[in-house]
């Protein structure tokens, strides 16, 4: 069993920056691949990137390329999102998943909100 909390959402304005954070819990292995996804009003959950369990391999959805990063802090069982040059189209709910076990995201967080004003 893995229990996955995210925090860290909220209203911020286009251009400013924000960082999520997933706290976990339970079995994870350290190659292990832990996800951020996300789904905005009426569009289908996208894929945002991940990161293994222990921090040492990285990969970001070309729409966010360039404007994020995935890091894990191994004392706190933490994965982070941290978005900068935020846009209003980044604005969505936004999920923490993992661990990535035969071809599925096998736990979910409960999401948060991420608003971006233009």
């Known amino acids: 069993q893995v229990q996955l909390v995210e925090s860290g959402g909220g209203l911020v304005q286009a251009g400013g920056s924000l960082t999520l954070s997933c706290a976990a819990s339970?079995?994870?292995?350290?190659?292990?691949?832990m996800g951020w996804f996300r789904q905005a009003p009426g569009k289908e959950r996208e894929m945002v990137g991940t990161v293994t369990w222990n921090g040492r391999s990285t990969n970001y959805a070309d729409s966010v390329k360039g404007r994020i990063t995935i890091s894990r802090d191994n004392a706190k069982n933490t994965v982070y999102l941290q978005m900068n040059s935020l846009k209003p189209d980044d604005t969505a709910v936004y999920y923490c998943?993992?661990?990535?076990?035969?071809?599925?995201?096998?736990?979910w967080g409960q999401g948060t909100q991420v608003t971006v004003s233009s």
């Open positions: 998943a993992g661990p990535y076990r035969r071809g599925v995201y096998t736990y």
């Open positions: 339970g079995r994870i292995f350290s190659s292990d691949i």
